[in-house]
Protein backbone atom coordinates (compact mmCIF):
# COMPACT_ATOMS: atom_id res chain seq x y z
CA UNK A 1 0.00 0.00 0.00
CA UNK A 2 1.07 3.35 -0.90
CA UNK A 3 1.95 6.73 1.46
CA UNK A 4 0.02 9.85 1.38
CA UNK A 5 -3.04 9.13 3.11
CA UNK A 6 -3.86 12.21 5.29
CA UNK A 7 -5.42 11.95 8.78
CA UNK A 8 -6.26 14.81 11.04
CA UNK A 9 -5.68 14.13 14.95
CA UNK A 10 -8.03 16.11 17.35
CA UNK A 11 -6.94 14.35 21.42
CA UNK A 12 -9.33 16.98 22.55
CA UNK A 13 -9.46 16.48 26.04
CA UNK A 14 -9.36 14.58 28.99
CA UNK A 15 -7.90 10.86 28.17
CA UNK A 16 -8.52 12.02 24.16
CA UNK A 17 -4.50 12.56 24.31
CA UNK A 18 -3.65 9.52 26.14
CA UNK A 19 -5.55 6.98 24.36
CA UNK A 20 -5.05 9.10 20.63
CA UNK A 21 -1.29 8.58 21.45
CA UNK A 22 -1.57 4.72 21.42
CA UNK A 23 -3.15 5.10 17.85
CA UNK A 24 -0.04 6.75 16.76
CA UNK A 25 1.75 3.52 18.50
CA UNK A 26 -0.40 1.56 16.44
CA UNK A 27 0.18 3.83 12.97
CA UNK A 28 3.94 3.60 13.68
CA UNK A 29 3.46 -0.49 14.16
CA UNK A 30 2.00 -0.99 10.74
CA UNK A 31 4.37 0.99 8.95
CA UNK A 32 7.05 -1.20 9.91
CA UNK A 33 5.19 -4.48 9.58
CA UNK A 34 2.99 -3.92 6.98
CA UNK A 35 4.53 -0.80 5.36
CA UNK A 36 1.07 1.00 5.56
CA UNK A 37 2.10 4.95 6.05
CA UNK A 38 0.12 7.89 7.03
CA UNK A 39 0.17 11.41 7.13
CA UNK A 40 -0.66 12.62 10.67
CA UNK A 41 -1.61 16.44 10.93
CA UNK A 42 -2.27 17.48 15.06
CA UNK A 43 -5.08 19.84 15.88
CA UNK A 44 -7.02 21.60 18.74
CA UNK A 45 -10.60 20.36 19.78
CA UNK A 46 -12.74 20.84 22.86
CA UNK A 47 -11.46 22.40 25.73
CA UNK A 48 -8.17 22.54 24.54
CA UNK A 49 -8.72 24.39 21.92
CA UNK A 50 -10.94 27.02 23.94
CA UNK A 51 -7.97 27.70 26.38
CA UNK A 52 -5.73 28.31 23.50
CA UNK A 53 -7.82 30.30 21.28
CA UNK A 54 -11.40 31.22 22.81
CA UNK A 55 -13.45 28.37 20.80
CA UNK A 56 -14.12 25.31 20.63
CA UNK A 57 -12.66 24.52 17.34
CA UNK A 58 -10.54 27.12 14.98
CA UNK A 59 -11.49 28.15 11.51
CA UNK A 60 -7.90 26.36 10.45
CA UNK A 61 -8.68 23.23 11.68
CA UNK A 62 -12.44 23.02 10.35
CA UNK A 63 -10.79 23.65 7.15
CA UNK A 64 -8.11 20.78 7.43
CA UNK A 65 -10.76 18.70 8.91
CA UNK A 66 -12.23 18.80 5.03
CA UNK A 67 -9.03 18.46 3.34
CA UNK A 68 -7.68 15.28 4.91
CA UNK A 69 -8.95 11.86 3.87
CA UNK A 70 -9.92 10.86 7.69
CA UNK A 71 -10.11 12.96 11.19
CA UNK A 72 -9.41 11.13 14.38
CA UNK A 73 -11.25 12.35 17.46
CA UNK A 74 -10.29 11.42 21.33
CA UNK A 75 -12.34 12.80 23.31
CA UNK A 76 -13.79 16.41 24.33
CA UNK A 77 -15.50 18.57 27.30
CA UNK A 78 -14.60 18.47 31.08
CA UNK A 79 -15.84 20.59 34.40
CA UNK A 80 -13.29 22.64 33.58
CA UNK A 81 -15.33 24.20 30.63
CA UNK A 82 -19.08 23.75 33.03
CA UNK A 83 -18.87 27.90 32.76
CA UNK A 84 -18.02 29.00 29.66
CA UNK A 85 -20.97 30.58 27.05
CA UNK A 86 -22.35 27.33 25.50
CA UNK A 87 -21.18 28.39 21.99
CA UNK A 88 -17.48 28.18 22.72
CA UNK A 89 -18.29 24.85 25.03
CA UNK A 90 -16.34 21.92 24.20
CA UNK A 91 -19.58 19.95 22.72
CA UNK A 92 -19.97 22.87 20.35
CA UNK A 93 -16.51 22.11 18.72
CA UNK A 94 -17.79 18.27 18.07
CA UNK A 95 -21.19 19.87 16.62
CA UNK A 96 -19.48 21.75 14.14
CA UNK A 97 -17.18 18.97 12.98
CA UNK A 98 -20.33 16.95 12.55
CA UNK A 99 -22.03 19.56 10.77
CA UNK A 100 -20.01 21.48 8.71
CA UNK A 101 -18.47 18.19 7.60
CA UNK A 102 -22.29 16.77 6.79
CA UNK A 103 -21.06 13.41 8.57
CA UNK A 104 -24.90 12.76 8.68
CA UNK A 105 -24.04 8.89 9.54
CA UNK A 106 -22.96 7.66 12.58
CA UNK A 107 -22.43 4.28 12.66
CA UNK A 108 -22.20 2.71 16.53
CA UNK A 109 -21.13 -1.49 16.02
CA UNK A 110 -21.97 -2.73 19.65
CA UNK A 111 -20.04 -6.09 19.76
CA UNK A 112 -19.40 -8.62 22.57
CA UNK A 113 -15.95 -9.97 22.75
CA UNK A 114 -16.37 -13.80 24.64
CA UNK A 115 -13.33 -12.92 26.84
CA UNK A 116 -15.58 -10.16 28.00
CA UNK A 117 -18.84 -11.25 28.87
CA UNK A 118 -18.73 -11.22 32.52
CA UNK A 119 -18.26 -7.15 32.25
CA UNK A 120 -22.05 -7.35 30.88
CA UNK A 121 -24.70 -5.88 33.83
CA UNK A 122 -26.52 -8.40 31.89
CA UNK A 123 -26.69 -12.76 31.92
CA UNK A 124 -23.79 -13.84 29.70
CA UNK A 125 -26.86 -15.93 27.35
CA UNK A 126 -28.60 -12.41 26.24
CA UNK A 127 -25.38 -11.25 25.39
CA UNK A 128 -22.94 -14.00 24.19
CA UNK A 129 -22.45 -12.89 20.49
CA UNK A 130 -23.75 -10.12 19.85
CA UNK A 131 -22.74 -8.09 17.52
CA UNK A 132 -25.39 -4.76 16.89
CA UNK A 133 -25.17 -1.60 14.64
CA UNK A 134 -26.65 1.56 15.70
CA UNK A 135 -27.00 3.80 12.43
CA UNK A 136 -28.14 7.24 14.38
CA UNK A 137 -28.52 10.48 11.61
CA UNK A 138 -26.10 13.03 13.05
CA UNK A 139 -26.83 16.36 11.76
CA UNK A 140 -30.46 17.07 12.17
CA UNK A 141 -33.18 16.84 14.15
CA UNK A 142 -33.51 18.32 17.78
CA UNK A 143 -29.51 18.88 17.77
CA UNK A 144 -29.66 21.27 15.33
CA UNK A 145 -33.76 21.95 14.31
CA UNK A 146 -34.57 26.03 14.34
CA UNK A 147 -36.10 27.59 16.61
CA UNK A 148 -34.54 26.72 19.59
CA UNK A 149 -33.33 28.50 23.01
CA UNK A 150 -34.70 30.50 26.12
CA UNK A 151 -37.06 33.22 25.59
CA UNK A 152 -39.92 35.56 27.53
CA UNK A 153 -42.67 35.83 26.22
CA UNK A 154 -45.18 39.18 26.60
CA UNK A 155 -46.44 38.11 30.02
CA UNK A 156 -43.06 38.04 31.47
CA UNK A 157 -43.05 34.09 32.00
CA UNK A 158 -40.13 31.96 30.32
CA UNK A 159 -40.25 28.89 28.08
CA UNK A 160 -37.36 26.80 26.61
CA UNK A 161 -37.91 25.93 23.09
CA UNK A 162 -35.83 23.29 20.38
CA UNK A 163 -37.78 21.86 17.16
CA UNK A 164 -37.27 17.84 16.37
CA UNK A 165 -37.55 18.51 12.09
CA UNK A 166 -36.21 16.13 9.39
CA UNK A 167 -36.81 16.80 5.28
CA UNK A 168 -37.56 13.81 3.61
CA UNK A 169 -33.96 13.89 1.92
CA UNK A 170 -31.90 13.82 5.48
CA UNK A 171 -34.58 10.91 6.33
CA UNK A 172 -33.95 9.33 2.59
CA UNK A 173 -30.06 9.33 3.02
CA UNK A 174 -29.71 7.63 6.10
CA UNK A 175 -32.18 4.95 5.42
CA UNK A 176 -30.90 4.21 2.38
CA UNK A 177 -27.38 3.68 4.00
CA UNK A 178 -28.96 1.70 6.82
CA UNK A 179 -30.30 -0.79 3.89
CA UNK A 180 -27.09 -0.73 2.17
CA UNK A 181 -25.07 -1.84 5.62
CA UNK A 182 -27.59 -4.05 6.43
CA UNK A 183 -27.24 -6.16 3.04
CA UNK A 184 -23.38 -7.04 4.26
CA UNK A 185 -24.37 -8.10 7.52
CA UNK A 186 -27.68 -10.10 8.22
CA UNK A 187 -29.77 -8.17 5.93
CA UNK A 188 -32.48 -7.01 8.93
CA UNK A 189 -33.19 -3.02 9.59
CA UNK A 190 -35.42 -1.84 12.40
CA UNK A 191 -36.23 1.62 11.92
CA UNK A 192 -36.75 3.37 15.09
CA UNK A 193 -39.13 6.38 16.61
CA UNK A 194 -41.97 7.22 17.62
CA UNK A 195 -44.70 7.54 15.06
CA UNK A 196 -47.48 6.76 18.02
CA UNK A 197 -47.01 10.59 19.11
CA UNK A 198 -44.27 12.69 16.91
CA UNK A 199 -45.81 14.44 13.53
CA UNK A 200 -42.04 13.80 12.24
CA UNK A 201 -42.36 10.23 13.49
CA UNK A 202 -44.93 9.85 11.35
CA UNK A 203 -42.90 11.03 8.35
CA UNK A 204 -39.59 8.98 9.30
CA UNK A 205 -41.63 5.99 9.12
CA UNK A 206 -43.31 7.08 5.55
CA UNK A 207 -39.98 7.74 3.92
CA UNK A 208 -38.49 4.63 5.26
CA UNK A 209 -41.31 2.41 4.20
CA UNK A 210 -40.43 4.61 0.75
CA UNK A 211 -37.10 3.56 0.26
CA UNK A 212 -37.14 0.24 1.05
CA UNK A 213 -38.99 -0.36 -1.82
CA UNK A 214 -35.21 -0.23 -3.31
CA UNK A 215 -34.05 -2.96 -1.30
CA UNK A 216 -36.67 -5.79 -1.06
CA UNK A 217 -33.89 -8.16 0.12
CA UNK A 218 -33.88 -6.39 3.50
CA UNK A 219 -36.11 -6.97 5.79
CA UNK A 220 -37.60 -4.21 7.58
CA UNK A 221 -39.78 -3.43 11.10
CA UNK A 222 -40.60 0.03 12.39
CA UNK A 223 -40.56 0.36 16.66
CA UNK A 224 -41.00 2.90 18.71
CA UNK A 225 -37.96 4.28 20.24
CA UNK A 226 -39.38 3.87 23.77
CA UNK A 227 -39.90 -0.36 22.94
CA UNK A 228 -36.23 0.10 20.90
CA UNK A 229 -34.83 0.89 24.44
CA UNK A 230 -36.70 -1.68 25.86
CA UNK A 231 -35.80 -4.58 23.69
CA UNK A 232 -32.17 -3.78 23.90
CA UNK A 233 -32.26 -5.00 27.20
CA UNK A 234 -34.74 -7.54 26.64
CA UNK A 235 -33.34 -9.60 23.98
CA UNK A 236 -30.74 -7.33 21.95
CA UNK A 237 -29.92 -10.07 19.54
CA UNK A 238 -33.59 -9.72 18.14
CA UNK A 239 -31.42 -6.54 16.04
CA UNK A 240 -29.14 -6.47 13.39
CA UNK A 241 -29.18 -2.75 12.17
CA UNK A 242 -30.82 -0.32 14.03
CA UNK A 243 -31.64 3.32 11.94
CA UNK A 244 -33.03 6.14 13.88
CA UNK A 245 -32.72 10.25 14.16
CA UNK A 246 -30.06 12.24 16.13
CA UNK A 247 -31.47 12.02 19.80
CA UNK A 248 -33.00 8.49 20.07
CA UNK A 249 -30.06 7.48 18.54
CA UNK A 250 -27.81 9.25 21.05
CA UNK A 251 -29.92 7.61 23.79
CA UNK A 252 -30.15 4.23 22.25
CA UNK A 253 -26.38 4.16 21.72
CA UNK A 254 -25.79 4.52 25.17
CA UNK A 255 -27.95 1.88 25.85
CA UNK A 256 -26.51 -0.55 23.30
CA UNK A 257 -22.57 0.41 24.29
CA UNK A 258 -23.62 -0.79 27.84
CA UNK A 259 -24.41 -3.77 26.87
CA UNK A 260 -21.06 -5.26 26.22
CA UNK A 261 -20.68 -3.70 29.73
CA UNK A 262 -17.66 -1.84 28.65
CA UNK A 263 -17.64 1.88 27.30
CA UNK A 264 -14.24 1.70 27.00
CA UNK A 265 -14.31 -1.21 24.42
CA UNK A 266 -16.82 0.74 21.52
CA UNK A 267 -15.80 2.69 18.51
CA UNK A 268 -17.49 4.92 16.26
CA UNK A 269 -17.49 6.10 12.82
CA UNK A 270 -19.13 9.51 11.34
CA UNK A 271 -19.34 9.07 7.14
CA UNK A 272 -20.32 12.36 4.82
CA UNK A 273 -22.14 11.23 1.61
CA UNK A 274 -20.21 9.84 -1.23
CA UNK A 275 -18.75 11.94 -4.01
CA UNK A 276 -18.17 9.86 -7.65
CA UNK A 277 -15.38 8.13 -6.48
CA UNK A 278 -16.85 6.75 -3.33
CA UNK A 279 -14.67 8.89 -0.90
CA UNK A 280 -16.62 10.37 1.80
CA UNK A 281 -15.88 13.18 4.58
CA UNK A 282 -15.29 10.66 7.95
CA UNK A 283 -14.68 11.44 11.58
CA UNK A 284 -14.08 8.42 14.26
CA UNK A 285 -13.79 8.57 17.48
CA UNK A 286 -14.55 6.24 20.83
CA UNK A 287 -18.03 6.35 22.25
CA UNK A 288 -16.79 6.90 25.54
CA UNK A 289 -16.17 10.38 26.90
CA UNK A 290 -13.02 12.50 28.43
CA UNK A 291 -13.07 10.99 31.52
CA UNK A 292 -11.54 13.69 33.36
CA UNK A 293 -11.65 11.94 36.61
CA UNK A 294 -9.04 9.60 35.07
CA UNK A 295 -7.00 11.46 32.80
CA UNK A 296 -3.24 11.57 33.65
CA UNK A 297 -3.29 8.60 35.50
CA UNK A 298 -2.48 6.02 32.36
CA UNK A 299 -6.50 4.03 33.31
CA UNK A 300 -7.69 4.54 29.91
CA UNK A 301 -8.46 2.02 27.93
CA UNK A 302 -7.45 2.65 24.62
CA UNK A 303 -9.46 -0.18 22.57
CA UNK A 304 -11.85 1.87 21.36
CA UNK A 305 -10.02 4.45 19.80
CA UNK A 306 -7.86 1.65 18.30
CA UNK A 307 -11.00 -0.35 17.18
CA UNK A 308 -12.00 3.08 16.12
CA UNK A 309 -9.35 3.41 13.97
CA UNK A 310 -9.81 0.43 12.16
CA UNK A 311 -13.18 1.44 10.97
CA UNK A 312 -10.93 3.99 9.55
CA UNK A 313 -8.82 1.84 7.65
CA UNK A 314 -12.17 -0.02 6.49
CA UNK A 315 -14.19 3.10 5.63
CA UNK A 316 -12.00 5.31 4.65
CA UNK A 317 -8.92 3.30 2.88
CA UNK A 318 -11.07 0.32 1.88
CA UNK A 319 -8.51 -1.50 3.93
CA UNK A 320 -10.44 -4.29 5.46
CA UNK A 321 -7.95 -6.87 5.73
CA UNK A 322 -5.63 -4.36 7.87
CA UNK A 323 -9.14 -3.75 9.64
CA UNK A 324 -9.44 -7.60 10.16
CA UNK A 325 -5.97 -7.85 11.63
CA UNK A 326 -5.87 -4.40 13.84
CA UNK A 327 -9.71 -5.68 15.17
CA UNK A 328 -7.57 -9.58 15.70
CA UNK A 329 -5.03 -8.53 17.44
CA UNK A 330 -7.25 -6.33 19.90
CA UNK A 331 -9.26 -9.87 20.43
CA UNK A 332 -5.66 -11.75 21.02
CA UNK A 333 -4.84 -9.16 23.63
CA UNK A 334 -8.04 -9.26 25.76
CA UNK A 335 -7.74 -13.21 24.98
CA UNK A 336 -4.79 -13.52 26.60
CA UNK A 337 -5.90 -11.68 29.86
CA UNK A 338 -4.53 -8.35 29.20
CA UNK A 339 -7.20 -5.65 30.58
CA UNK A 340 -6.84 -1.97 31.64
CA UNK A 341 -8.82 -0.69 34.81
CA UNK A 342 -12.80 -0.39 33.37
CA UNK A 343 -12.64 -3.90 32.48
CA UNK A 344 -10.36 -5.43 34.88
CA UNK A 345 -11.62 -8.94 36.30
CA UNK A 346 -10.53 -11.37 38.34
CA UNK A 347 -7.35 -13.59 37.70
CA UNK A 348 -7.05 -10.94 34.59
CA UNK A 349 -3.68 -8.94 34.06
CA UNK A 350 -4.01 -5.09 34.71
CA UNK A 351 -2.32 -3.24 32.14
CA UNK A 352 -1.46 0.85 31.64
CA UNK A 353 -2.50 2.71 28.66
CA UNK A 354 0.44 2.33 27.10
CA UNK A 355 0.85 -1.47 28.50
CA UNK A 356 -2.16 -2.04 26.04
CA UNK A 357 -1.16 0.10 22.95
CA UNK A 358 2.18 -2.09 23.16
CA UNK A 359 0.18 -5.20 23.69
CA UNK A 360 -1.90 -4.89 20.81
CA UNK A 361 1.15 -3.52 18.71
CA UNK A 362 3.13 -6.68 19.69
CA UNK A 363 0.60 -8.47 18.43
CA UNK A 364 0.10 -7.26 14.97
CA UNK A 365 3.73 -8.20 15.24
CA UNK A 366 3.25 -11.18 15.72
CA UNK A 367 0.60 -11.57 13.09
CA UNK A 368 1.74 -10.29 10.72
CA UNK A 369 5.48 -12.45 11.02
C1 LIG B 1 -22.34 11.48 21.74
C2 LIG B 1 -22.28 12.54 22.80
C3 LIG B 1 -22.53 13.90 22.16
C4 LIG B 1 -23.94 13.91 21.62
C5 LIG B 1 -22.28 15.11 23.08
C6 LIG B 1 -20.90 15.09 23.67
C7 LIG B 1 -22.53 16.40 22.34
O1 LIG B 1 -23.19 12.25 23.81
O2 LIG B 1 -21.54 11.57 20.77
O3 LIG B 1 -23.15 10.56 21.86
O4 LIG B 1 -24.90 14.20 22.33
O5 LIG B 1 -24.09 13.63 20.44
MG1 LIG C 1 -24.16 10.37 23.60
Redesign the pocket.
Known sequence: MSANKKLLFLPGDGIGPEVMDQVRRVIDGMAKTRSVNFDITDGLVGGACYDKHGCAVTDETMSDAMNVDAVVLGA??GPKWDNVERQHRP?AG??RLRKDMDLYANLRPAIVFDSLLDASTLKPEIVQGLDILILRELTAGVYFGEPRGIETLPDGTRRGLDTQVYTEAEIDRIVRLSFELAAKRDSRVTSVEKANVMESGVFWRQVATNVHKDYPAIALSHMYADNCAMQLVRNPKQFDVIVTDNLFG?IL?DCAAMLTGSLGMLPSASLGEADESGRRRAMYEPVHGSAPDIAGQAKANPLATILSFAMCLRYSFDMKEDAEVLERAVENVLNAGLRTADIMSPGMTQVTTDGMGKAVVTELDKLAG
Open positions: VGELLDS
